[in-house]
């Protein structure tokens, strides 16, 4: 025989103790947002568990309305902290919070009138929401999370039917006996405990992804490292294999990078690889297969395009990266960078003799004068600079610059517009 009184202390201790663990995860890691909802839908229920018996006898309908209120804005507490972890968008429209606030003044008006029909529409709304979570878990992009999302999409589905089991016995529709409603009490607690488990497994599976990404991120560029970059490069050869598709790399090293440090100080040169990542963002458009070597050296890997496409690719980044100043103490810095172009070969099964041309092919372009593009051993002559580079990238130069504090005038009009930090802006008006 199932004790109710167990059944209820269990309930209190488990979600008290969930309430604690969640709030602490949400303290402790405030970037997980999603934590801060989860753990205020962990509050609300053990809120509404410990005022059930405290609430005043004599206005047992108010009493009902509010734990209708709370029962649906702990749902919508969950869809919200749930959406963080699997969408990562904000609402775009009021649409969702109106429903919920419209549907909780819609019990709070019918309940003192007929109690039974304000506990039907807020548990109809409650499955609602519900249902909604559900749909948002199992169509989740992220990969990392989808096999966690999932598992909370099957516990949240257990509530679901748990909920909808209750709704008709707590209508007085359907009569069970004693022993059957306490089984759906003790279903409800156990629902719910294996819901507040799987939001912790889904914050763990949250910092394994953040940790993943943040081990394969260039801290300063914000641009994939070389350790991305093999798995990148390995995942890209693969899909070459497997449907014959063209797969080039571009290698590309900032030209006398130590001179610019020696000369405008590190921070400049920092400033000049993230306006160099970037360009290489713009251009390629690419943001997970352009990466930074290290040092000054940076990698673009272009699945579909051949030597020749490729090739003219790399003559627009050398060109707008050409066009680039930088405000240093009311003086002007400017740069360039050489590139070299390697191209997968039918039949290899790595990514590796690819890389060793393109790095070839880079170090032939630094030979041979620096700032150009130079292609594989196949054909190593260095690509001839197009009469007009396209207009989204064209980069205009006004006049030459003039070397001292003063007669400087700025150098590029018509520059894109870059993916890279506010400090890498526009260069500075004429100045007298």
């Known amino acids: 025989m199932i004790d109710p009184h167990q059944i209820q202390l269990a309930g209190l201790v488990s ?4 309430a604690l663990t969640l709030t602490m995860l949400a303290w402790s890691d405030r970037r997980s947002r999603g934590m ?7 509050g ?51 649409g969702g919070p109106l429903c919920v606030s419209l549907s909780m003044v819609v019990v709070l008006a019918i309940n ?8 039907a529409i807020a548990r109809l709304t409650a499955l609602t929401i519900m249902g909604k979570t559900v749909e948002m878990l199992i169509n989740t992009r992220f990969r990392a999370l989808r096999s966690n999302a999932r598992v909370t999409a099957s516990f949240l589905t257990f509530v679901i039917c748990v909920v909808a089991f209750r709704l008709p016995i707590d209508l ?16 409800t607690m156990v629902s719910a405990t294996l819901l507040l488990f799987s939001f912790v497994g889904i914050f763990v599976a949250e910092s394994k992804r953040r940790l993943h990404d943040e081990t394969r991120i260039d801290s300063l560029t914000g641009l994939r490292n070389r350790r991305a970059m093999e798995e990148i490069a390995l995942h890209e050869v693969g899909v070459s294999l497997n449907t014959g598709r063209s797969l080039a790399m571009l290698m590309m090293d900032v030209d006398h990078f130590k001179r610019l440090n020696d000369t ?52 627009r980044l050398r060109a707008t990266v050409e066009g680039l100043r930088l405000n240093e103490n009311d003086e002007i810095a ?16 790595g990514w590796t003799d690819m890389l060793r041309r393109a790095d070839v092919a880079l170090y032939r372009a ?35 610059i003039v070397e001292g504090r003063a007669g400087w005038r700025s150098a590029t009009a018509n520059r894109p517009s870059l993916k890279a930090d506010s400090e890498i802006a526009a260069v500075e008006a004429t100045q007298a």
């Open 15 to 18: 979600q008290a103790t969930f």
């Open 36 to 42: 801060t909802w989860l753990a205020g839908a962990c």
């Open 44 to 94: 609300l229920q053990l809120f509404a568990s410990l005022s059930r018996n405290m609430w005043v006898t004599g206005i047992k309908s108010l009493n009902e309305a509010a734990g209708s209120c709370l029962l649906i804005l702990l749902f919508f507490f969950v869809y919200m902290g749930l959406r963080w972890f699997v969408v990562r968008r904000k609402l775009r429209s009021i």
């Open 112 to 119: 003192p009138i007929n109690s039974d029909v304000a506990l």
């Open 172 to 187: 007085h529709i359907v009569h069970l006996p004693k022993a059957v409603e306490d089984l759906a009490k003790a279903a």
């Open 264 to 315: 405008w100080g590190h921070s400049l040169g920092d400033r000049a690889l993230r306006a160099i990542g970037g360009v290489l963002l713009t251009v390629t458009g690419a943001d997970d297969r352009v990466m930074r070597m290290g040092g000054e050296e940076f990698a673009v890997l272009l699945p579909g395009f051949d030597m020749q496409s490729a090739a003219r690719v790399g003559e």
């Open 334 to 349: 400017s740069f360039t960078i050489s590139i070299g172009v390697g191209v997968w070969r039918e039949g290899e099964r």
């Open 366 to 400: 630094k030979r041979e004068g620096r700032n150009r593009v130079v292609l594989c051993a196949e054909t190593p002559a260095a690509l001839p600079t197009p009469a007009a580079v396209p207009a989204t990238v064209a980069t205009k130069i006004e006049a030459p």
